[in-house]
């Protein structure tokens, strides 16, 4: 199995300035998958801005053209995890030779190879064992390599190496395009005004822009209307409240696992470490403070501790504040991503 995600093709990803060079250079890569000065192709940027239908695309076109080629998709995530399984098996050498088998190469999400020294170490070797034999590797990341921390420099010469490319968000008209396609894409048919209001409206990411444009057909379906500029406001509306409410917990935690450079699954779990549990405390203070949610369910988003627990490191985090300059300026910095002055 490669991975491959049969829906995200070329044909479906819309050209627009903020994404000609990533596509163009796409493109050539699956028409001549080796043999392009394009070896790697690193595409980059945001989220929700298509790097993985980019790169999904490219695969998909390979495994069209060239048959006998095998392409495999990969998330960096589960690139880590089988190689610590490898690890843990004994079977690092089966784990290479499985990825040294491959013609084209996509690794998805490589900004999380960061400070994994032992995973970059392997992947550098296969990384060369394929380039030398001129396979086809292609990365996309949320930064461009020169702002890639904890990876090593050997690792992100290599990714300069061959074609880096931004993806950026998609200009007006790119929007309208975007949004034009996917309702076609159901048969549905809207007014320019209402096209318009939702571009102009959406300006974050396609993903954000996909997300309301599946609402709203829904709402239509649901009441039985057509999609009009009224419908659209009060979908967008409902959509704007659902998104403040939810600020809390994903986005909370989100700030702090990247502040403190821990995964959510460890902010989350029963490690006793000091380095996980200072940030998990701050985790929980925060919900607390930004949040309407009761103890029980703040403790509910960490394993299941009780309600005792978030008071406890409420309380902590508190002392930790007085005593400590650092960490009261730590926390006025993670509070004042949310835009507010906090405590
Ligand atoms: P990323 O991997 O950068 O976070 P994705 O590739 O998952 O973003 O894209 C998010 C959604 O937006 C996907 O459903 C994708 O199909 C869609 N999308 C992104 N860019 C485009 C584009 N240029 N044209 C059409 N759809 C797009
Ligand atoms: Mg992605």
């Known amino acids: 199995d490669s991975y491959l995600i049969p829906k995200y093709t070329f044909d479906k990803f819309i050209e627009g300035d903020c994404n000609r060079l990533g596509r163009a250079a796409g493109m050539a890569v699956a028409n001549k998958p080796g ?3 394009f070896n790697p192709l690193m595409i980059y940027g ?3 801005l298509g790097k993985t239908h980019l790169i999904q ?6 495994k069209d053209s060239f048959p006998d080629k095998f392409v495999l998709y990969v998330s960096t995530e589960k690139f880590t995890n089988q190689f610590v399984n490898a690890i843990r098996n004994n079977s690092i050498e089966a784990f290479t030779n499985f990825y040294l088998q491959v013609d084209v190469l996509i690794i998805d999400d ?3 190879l960061s400070g994994k020294e032992k995973t970059q170490e392997t992947f550098f070797n296969i990384f060369n064992h394929l380039h030398q034999s001129g396979k086809q590797i292609i990365l996309s990341s949320d930064r461009a390599p020169r702002d890639l921390a904890g990876m090593e420099d050997r690792l992100l010469s290599r990714f ?3 074609l880096t490319a931004d993806l950026q968000q998609p200009d007006f008209e790119t929007r309208i395009a975007i949004i034009q396609k996917k309702l076609q894409e159901d048969g549905i048919q809207i007014d320019f005004d209402v096209l318009e209001y939702l571009a102009h409206s959406i300006q974050t990411n396609v993903r954000e822009l996909e997300g309301v444009i599946i609402s709203l ?3 239509a379906s649901l009441t039985r209307k057509e999609i009009d500029l009224e419908l659209a406001k009060s979908t967008l509306k409902s959509i704007v409240n659902e ?3 939810e600020l809390s917990v994903e986005s909370i935690l989100d700030v702090v696992t990247n502040h403190f450079d821990v995964d959510l699954e460890t902010l989350r779990g029963k490690c006793r470490k000091k380095e996980n549990v200072f940030p998990r405390q701050i985790a929980m203070y925060m919900l607390k403070e930004l949040t309407n949610l009761p103890l029980k369910s703040i403790g509910y988003h960490f394993g299941g501790r009780d309600h005792s627990t978030v008071i406890h490191a409420v309380q902590a985090v508190s002392e930790a504040m007085e005593i400590d300059q650092n960490v ?3 926390i006025r910095n993670l509070f004042t991503r949310f835009n507010l002055k906090g405590v």
């Open 57 to 62: 695309a490219i695969g998909n076109q390979i």
């Open 35 to 37: 043999l392009t000065a």
């Open 328 to 330: 009261e300026k730590t």
């Open 46 to 48: 945001g989220v929700g």
């Open 160 to 162: 300069k190496w061959g």
């Open 217 to 219: 057909m829904a709402q």
């Open 243 to 245: 998104q403040e409410k």
């Open 110 to 112: 490589v900004q999380f």
